[in-house]
């Protein structure tokens, strides 16, 4: 069973707004919360983490949230620019294992 | 440092042959993983090797993928006898140890089996 789901296999957004992909998990053991971005024909490569212990991270144009009572992580891209145009995969950690989720094709629309 | 490197790329093949997908880790990193994407499942982890011993295969579907690491620099996953079922792209990735929180990924191996 997924124990980390993206509901939304694709998101629009224009050029200049907020991109917001969200991500569930499941198990409460998970200490550790990624993103990682993919382009057509390349392997994914990390964006953005944040702790378990923390509710917030933020580096230039991505914020990362997470809400551990709601079991729920976010990322925000803002402004969003044509070329954050990828597949955006939500990963947790527990141990020394990373569980994957089914990924969000976000487009920014110039 | 080139990354880590895959080979092939692409590979297509009949039900019922062999497939091997290589990979070379980055040079340093401890521990090396295979990841089969799908649409329905997303990225699942296969195994995972420290120090070129394998920790985990829990995820391998079946006792048809098997996978081994000779040396630090190098990694095989192996289906035999492949079915369509296993058309997916295969991911290695390594890093300095396991549960570091950043992997590196290659490119991946496209497989059809047809």
């Known amino acids: 069973d997924q124990q980390v789901k993206q509901n939304s296999p694709s998101l629009s957004v224009q050029e200049g707004r907020i991109s917001i992909l969200n991500c569930d998990y499941t198990?409460?053991?998970?200490?550790?919360f990624l993103w990682y971005k993919k382009y057509p024909a390349e392997g994914p490569t990390f964006l953005i983490s944040?702790?378990?212990?923390?509710d917030k991270n933020e580096d230039g144009r991505f914020t990362v949230f997470l809400n551990k009572s709601a079991k729920h992580l976010s990322l925000h891209i803002v402004p969003s620019q044509p070329g954050d145009s990828a597949v955006y995969f939500c990963?947790?950690?527990?141990?020394?294992?990373?569980?994957f989720g089914t990924g969000t094709s976000l487009t920014v629309i110039p | 440092d080139a990354g880590v490197i895959q080979s092939p790329r692409h590979e297509v093949t009949e039900m019922g042959q062999e497939v091997t997908l290589r990979c070379k880790p980055i040079?340093?990193?401890?521990?090396l993983f295979w990841y089969r994407q799908t649409m329905m499942r997303g990225l699942e982890l296969l195994i995972y090797?420290?120090?070129?011993?394998?920790?985990?295969d829990s995820g391998m579907p079946e006792d048809r993928f098997s996978a081994k690491m000779p040396n630090a620099s190098f990694s095989t996953l192996k289906i035999q006898p492949s079915e369509p079922r296993d058309s997916a792209v295969y991911f290695c990735?390594?890093?300095?140890?396991?549960?570091?929180?950043?992997?590196?990924f290659g490119p991946g191996t496209r497989l059809l089996v047809l």
């Open positions: 040079s340093g990193h401890n521990s």
């Open positions: 944040i702790s378990s212990i923390k």
């Open positions: 990735a390594s890093s300095f140890r396991a549960g570091m929180e950043t992997q590196y």
């Open positions: 990963a947790a950690r527990e141990g020394n294992q990373f569980y």
């Open positions: 198990n409460s053991m998970f200490d550790y």
């Open positions: 090797f420290n120090n070129n011993v394998p920790i985990d």
